[in-house]
């Protein structure tokens, strides 16, 4: 297993335009998420997923947004008429259930959405 | 608002020098876990703390989980060049499905 692998790694679209992001996680993690983040900021949750279901939603994934975990392995993530305030790094991880001393996330390298 | 508050935001010493990071919060964890992110890459966990008051050691590294489980910090002994990156402490909160919620990060440089 090679860990979190997002593709593609870096995308410019122009605005009004839908883009779609995909993230295959570590194969024995049922849990994955995906966060926003912009320069000098740290990672802002959007979703999560356990297995194929959407558990949370943030209140930052306007109705633009969606994603999906359709088998409970592969996510996607798409922006649809996207707007320049979209222009950040979009980031994916998976983790194990449990929260214990030895939990912690498997971030991927992200995606660089730049919208022009 | 943000629920975790790092700080410094920006740090700049030179090699050899000792620093210490901060991240606190009004709100209690159920643990809180540091990672370091490269410019272009995801952050990468360095470690998770998980009980009040604990003191975890990573080689120049030290992290401690303040006793009421709301604040950390990360102190870094002779930091060297190769420590430059953004620094985050990300908070888990009981019942809320492992999702993190990080600080702002903070930028550390280290010159040579």
């Known amino acids: 297993d090679t860990g979190v692998s997002q593709d593609p790694r870096h995308k410019i679209t122009k605005r009004g335009q839908n883009v779609t992001f995909r993230c295959d996680p570590i194969?024995?993690?049922?849990?994955l998420y995906w966060y926003r983040q912009t320069l000098g900021q740290g990672p802002e949750f959007l979703t999560y997923?356990?297995?194929?279901?959407?558990?949370?939603k943030s209140r930052l994934l306007s109705d633009r947004f969606s994603a999906e975990r359709p088998k409970g392995s592969f996510s996607t993530l798409e922006i649809q008429r996207t707007e320049q305030g979209d222009s950040a790094m979009y980031l994916c991880?998976?983790?194990?259930?449990?929260?214990?001393?030895?939990?912690?996330?498997?971030f991927g390298s992200g995606t660089r959405l730049t919208v022009v | 608002t943000q629920l975790l508050e790092q700080s410094p935001q920006f740090l700049s010493i030179q090699e050899g020098e000792n620093l210490t990071v901060y991240c606190n919060s009004s709100?209690?964890?159920?643990?809180l876990q540091w990672y370091r992110q490269e410019p272009g890459e995801g952050p990468v966990l360095l470690v998770t703390?998980?009980?009040?008051?604990e003191v975890k050691k990573l080689k120049r590294l030290t992290f401690q989980f303040g006793d009421a489980r709301k604040d950390s910090s990360l102190h870094i002994t002779a930091a060297q060049p190769g420590d430059t990156g953004l620094y985050l402490c990300?908070?888990?909160?009981?019942?809320?499905?492992?999702?993190?919620?990080f600080g702002q990060g903070t930028e550390l440089s280290v010159k040579p």
């Open positions: 991880a998976s983790s194990p259930e449990g929260t214990g001393p030895n939990y912690g996330y498997t």
């Open positions: 194969s024995e993690h049922n849990r």
């Open positions: 709100s209690v964890f159920s643990s």
């Open positions: 703390v998980v009980t009040g008051g």
């Open positions: 990300a908070g888990v909160m009981r019942n809320q499905g492992g999702k993190l919620i």
């Open positions: 997923f356990q297995n194929e279901a959407q558990l949370e």
